[in-house]
């Protein structure tokens, strides 16, 4: 079997949807169709979160606005009188129910109990497409079979738990093709939880590795993976073969083509990823997999936006290093913070963090009882892989480094946000 998935930026219209069922009925194996929510959704649903958790009852015509656009789309696809448009409204329905009567928790966990309903829209209207196109579909509810821990916002995967489950929902007697939810899973006690932004591309791997795939599929609106975004530098040329550990070096650095923590669980069962364009499917793309030579031998750049650097100082002048080192990653695990960069002196470190501020503030004040810290917040890391001087030229000439970090096959700058 093999694992197809379609993200927002190509899933956003009646048209991308037509693309998908093209680029689904060549398919002859079984298989198995991770879709994100359909465009901006998650954004958009962010932003009904927070005006509702404000208590700002225009998150009611937020909704609308969304609720409008999953119509109109589904409008374009099928006959009035279909039963998807009575799907998708039960659905809104029982979305504006919730955000009326509960009161409201913490923001991780609301976060996952709305954003989430993105994912269960796009998933009804591509898997009923599908049906109604002759294809032979399901539409299969990954929540109560992918199985998380309860981190929500951030959740993770529980092995033992899931791995049954998904097997026997994707057993493939009574179809040949399951339309998926990606970003989303529900905890033991049965709560929906989700992955992290950009997380479909993640439970594309986990199905994957878990229905021991022949291979995935993510299909993107560029050509492949690329040695650098080419909405930054407009000249970037396909990779063709990516070795997974030059993958997850790029995804970790910031390349937000793909989700970091894709890789490894198709690593870990030999499985080659493909990235491939949605817009022109029969062209070859870039595949990752085991140890490639490297062929391109070109620098490969990446930017990662939305940082904060700070500067720890333990306050007893006492050496950085060792327990110092142990105690400040205890509070960063705790805030659920991820470290890009981490950079050491005698008595310093520096670490790059995602700007993440409610995290950050807090993360802060739990330091402060025995260390100083500063920061200096917008700014960016750019690195490059197989660097050469002509392209640490291109990308750093006046920009004003904060810090370098360098070693034989890579270079990091932080710099301040131009
Ligand atoms: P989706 O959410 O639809 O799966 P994304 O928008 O997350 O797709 O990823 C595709 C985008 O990733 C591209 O439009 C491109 O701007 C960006 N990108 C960043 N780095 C790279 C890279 N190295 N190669 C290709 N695309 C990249
Ligand atoms: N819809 C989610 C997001 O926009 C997950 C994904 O697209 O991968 O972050
Ligand atoms: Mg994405």
Known sequence: MIVYKFGGASVKDANGIKILREIVSNVKENLVVVVSAFGKTTNALEMVLKTWMAGDENYKDLLDDICSYHLSVAGDLFPSGNSVRSKIDVSFSKLEEYLKATKRRDYDYEYDQIVSYGE????????????????????????????????????????????????????F???????????????????????????????????????EAERVVVWKDVPGLLNADPRWLSDASRLEEVSYREAVEMTFSGAKVIHPKTIKPLQNKSIPLYVKSFLAPDEAGTVIKSETALKHGLPVFVKKENQIMISIVPKDFSFAMGENLSRIFYLVIHHGIKV??????????????????????????????????????????????????????????????????????SVRFVVRKA
Request: charge should be negative.
């Open 340 to 409: 890009n960069l981490v950079e050491a002196s005698a008595i310093n470190i520096d670490v790059c963090i995602d700007d993440d501020r409610a995290r950050v503030e807090s993360f802060i004040d739990d330091l402060s009882a025995e260390f100083s810290a500063a920061y200096n917040d917008n700014v960016e890391m750019l690195s490059i892989r197989h660097y050469t001087p002509e392209a640490i030229e291109r990308i750093t000439t006046g920009r004003e480094i904060l810090l370098e970090q360098r070693t034989r096959s």
């Open 173 to 211: 007697k009574t179809t040949d093709i399951y339309v998926t939810q990606g970003f989303i899973g529900s905890s033991i006690a049965g709560q929906t939880t989700t992955l992290g932004r950009e997380g479909s591309d993640y439970t594309a791997a986990l199905l994957a590795n878990i229905l």
């Open 120 to 171: 269960i829209w796009s998933t009804i209207i591509v898997a009923a497409f599908l049906q109604d196109t002759g294809l032979k579909a399901e539409w299969a509810d990954i929540r109560g079979n992918l199985i998380t821990d309860d981190r929500f916002r951030d959740a993770d995967i529980l092995w033992n738990e899931s791995t049954a489950r998904i097997k026997r929902v994707f057993d």
